[in-house]
């Protein structure tokens, strides 16, 4: 069952069309990654989604009674207050039961490693340490639907896995929409990939499906070292590009060139480490998508 459908939504600020005509649909537990360049939209979408900003037209139907969780690309935080303090409000804010403000909030802080910091001010907090205690405002309320505006944009590599580590955690009963500039990160949990530019979505589908729809067939030969690869690249007749230690053809492995380059591999190449089908990346995807608009 669907959790959300939003239906033909559109939003104008005066003349700027930020948001045009987008329908998707969202179902339960499964998590949905909101990607686009800068200005496509999708703090606009999600800020009618939270309910902080009216659309133009279209329809937003949520098809259940329980909260919503928020994270907003900017989270306000009260510097005077320590993490704990703000989040023991937001859990008053959102809902939860006097009795359990304590002690939810600072299962909260715990679960998105802000434990020690529980009584510093959040005036000292660093970009993460703030995404961090943004998060866990979402989160205090256990909601069933969590809307999460850049979540791991402002941390490093170490945080970001942390934090999708906890997001995939809460999957299993939480329907996740997310925006993100991070495709490595769409990539590792989507369920549904919504790609949005000038305001319009171009391209949506599971992962896999989106891959299979841009999938080009090509190979990627991976060879010892640099200097083996650009050798055998050297004055080819199959296209080939050179990528570091690998060497990618633009031919079809079930296509009759293949068994060319595998005579040429058979009899000449040195350095020869493995022969595999190259698959498109997330990045990739993306350049071509926004590249055809
Ligand atoms: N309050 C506003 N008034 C006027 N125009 C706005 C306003 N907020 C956003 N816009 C415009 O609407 C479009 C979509 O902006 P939005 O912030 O939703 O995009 P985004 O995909 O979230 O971008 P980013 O990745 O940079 O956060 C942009 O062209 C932006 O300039």
Redesign the pocket.
């Known amino acids: 069952m669907s959790i959300l459908e939003i239906s033909n939504l559109t939003k104008r ?2 003349e ?1 069309l ?2 045009k005509d987008l329908s998707f649909s969202l179902e339960q537990r499964t998590s949905t990654a909101l990607i ?10 999600l ?1 009618i989604l939270a309910g902080l900003l009216k659309q133009t037209s279209g329809s937003v139907q949520l098809n259940y009674e329980s909260g919503i969780g928020f994270l907003p ?1 900017h989270p306000q935080l009260f510097p005077w207050l320590t993490a704990l303090e703000f989040l023991e409000m937001a859990a008053r804010l959102s809902g939860v039961r006097a009795k359990d403000v304590r002690r939810q909030s600072i299962k909260t802080l715990e679960m998105v490693g802000l434990g020690s910091a529980a009584n510093k001010k959040t005036g000292a907090f660093s970009g993460g340490m703030k995404q961090r205690l943004g998060l866990a405002q979402a989160i205090v309320h256990q909601p069933k639907l969590l809307l999460l ?2 979540p791991v944009s402002a941390l490093d590599p170490a945080g970001r896995r942390e934090i999708m580590d906890l997001l995939k955690s809460l999957q299993h009963d939480t329907t996740i929409l997310y ?1 993100t ?1 991070i495709l490595n990160d769409a990539e590792e949990m989507t369920d549904q990939l919504l790609f ?1 530019q000038h ?1 319009r979505l171009v391209e949506q589908g599971s992962l896999a499906e989106v891959k299979e729809r841009y999938a080009e067939p090509s190979i990627r030969i991976r060879f010892q070292d640099a200097n083996c690869a650009s050798r055998f690249a050297e004055g080819n007749r199959w296209h080939a590009i050179t990528k570091g230690a690998s060497v990618v053809l633009p031919i079809d492995e079930n296509g009759p060139q293949m068994k060319e380059v595998l005579s040429v591999l058979a009899s000449s190449a040195e350095g020869i480490i493995g022969v595999e089908r190259q698959k498109a990346t997330l990045e990739e995807i993306f350049l071509k998508v926004a590249g055809a608009e």
């Open positions: 600020y005066g700027e930020a948001v686009g360049p800068n200005g496509a939209g999708k703090t606009t979408t800020s690309q505006d850049e925006s500039h949005l305001g």
